[in-house]
C-alpha cells in the first residue's frame, strides 16, 4: 500500500514558478511516479512521468517548462513549473505505478488528494 500527499500549490502569477512535491510513504522506488492535472470542467491531463530507473516523459504542452524529478532516499517525486501560464490551472495529482513509464492514467494504481495551482494574470 502507498499514500502519496502533495503540497506546493497555491497562487502564482503568470511567467512565474512553483515546485510541487509528493511525498509517498511505502516502497515507491520500486513504482514509476507521475503527475496529472484536472481543470475545472475539463478531463485528467497527463502531465509527466519518471520511471524507477529515472527516464522522463513529459508531455507537449509542459515540455520545456516544467521538469519531473524523484529523490528515492526521501520517497519523493517533484514537478518543478517554471513560465507558468493561465492554462497551467488545475488541480495536481502524483500518482504511482508498476507500469515502466505511464501515460495513462488507468496504469497508475495509487492516487494523492491533489494541491490546487492557480496562476493569475
Known amino acids: 500500500q502507498v499514500q502519496l500527499v502533495e503540497s506546493g500549490g497555491g497562487l502564482v502569477q503568470a511567467g512565474g514558478s512553483l515546485r510541487l512535491s509528493c511525498a509517498a510513504s511505502?516502497?515507491?522506488?520500486?513504482?514509476?511516479m507521475g503527475w496529472f492535472r484536472q481543470a475545472p470542467g475539463k478531463e485528467r491531463e497527463f502531465v509527466a512521468a519518471i520511471s524507477r530507473r529515472y527516464n522522463t516523459l513529459h508531455a507537449d504542452s509542459v515540455k520545456g517548462r516544467f521538469t519531473i524529478s524523484r529523490d528515492n532516499a526521501k520517497n519523493t517525486v517533484y514537478l518543478q513549473m517554471n513560465s507558468l501560464k493561465l492554462e497551467d490551472t488545475a488541480v495536481y495529482y502524483c500518482?504511482?505505478?508498476?507500469?515502466?513509464?505511464?501515460?495513462?492514467?488507468?496504469?497508475?494504481?495509487?492516487w494523492g488528494q491533489g494541491t490546487q495551482v492557480t496562476v493569475s494574470s
Open positions: 511505502g516502497r515507491t522506488f520500486s513504482y514509476a
Open positions: 500518482a504511482a505505478s508498476t507500469a515502466y513509464l505511464p501515460s495513462m492514467g488507468d496504469e497508475y494504481v495509487y
